[in-house]
């Protein structure tokens, strides 16, 4: 199985704050990289698919970059309706694995 | 507006069976594949079981295979997560998704709210 490492697991950030989280796959993953945000209530949405593709209806300040097996999803300028979980996904091959996710925070 | 909402959850002893089930609406149902995703208390997220729009192929991780089975029902839009030999580890939240697939891209697009499953004596 192709292991996902994130990074921070948490990161405190400011209103404005440009923020980056990093997720490693284990081996190579073709750009087969998405990013999804958990909010405290639950509910999931997906935010980049395919390593660097806005999902419709998401902020332009959201953005993701990265090949081979590094990549990252940034944050432009925090607005108070980002605090929660991110996790990326790598859909390389079965089974389909997460990272352990990154918790955003109010500093 | 796409719905996708769970039903089914509890508490079921281990060894036990439960089977969830996920209506969806807004969307043409028998279209996109569908899965099953969980989360464990305060864990991340673990794909569970996929399956094709027609029903015809599934697909699942080692840690549900021959325990686990999803469904689809496309004359009723509802999805199905059989559940057998339920064990401790399996106490999640499961969320009902849909796929978007294509050459290139395979997301979830959408998700539930989530239904709770509780293994417990």
């Known amino acids: 199985d192709i292991q996902m490492t994130q990074t921070p697991s948490s990161m405190p950030a400011s209103l404005g704050e440009r923020v980056t989280i990093s997720c490693r796959a284990s081996q190579g993953i073709s750009n087969y990289l998405n990013w999804y945000q958990q909010k405290p209530d639950g509910t999931i949405k997906p935010l980049i698919y395919?390593?660097?593709n806005l999902q419709s209806g998401v902020p332009s300040r959201f953005s993701g970059s990265g090949s081979g097996t590094d990549y990252s999803l940034t944050i432009s300028s925090l607005e108070p309706e980002d605090f929660a979980m991110y996790y990326c996904?790598?859909?390389?091959?079965?089974?389909?694995?997460f990272g352990s996710g990154t918790k955003l925070e109010i500093k | 507006e796409v719905q996708l909402v769970e039903t089914g959850g509890g508490l079921v002893q281990p060894g036990r069976s439960l089977k969830l089930s996920c209506v969806a609406s807004g969307f043409t149902f028998n279209n996109y594949w569908m899965s099953w995703t969980r989360q464990a208390p305060g864990k991340g997220l673990e794909w569970v079981a996929s399956?094709?729009?027609?029903?015809?192929?599934?697909y699942y991780p080692d840690s549900v295979k021959g325990r686990f089975t999803i469904s689809r029902d496309n004359a009723q839009n509802t999805l199905y997560l059989q559940m057998n030999s339920l064990r401790s580890e399996d106490t999640a939240t499961y969320y009902c998704t849909r796929e978007e697939r294509t050459r290139y891209y395979w997301y979830f697009d959408f998700w539930g709210p989530g239904t709770m499953v509780t293994v417990s004596s």
């Open positions: 395919y390593t660097s």
């Open positions: 399956i094709t729009n027609s029903g015809g192929s599934t």
């Open positions: 996904q790598q859909y390389d091959s079965s089974p389909l694995t």
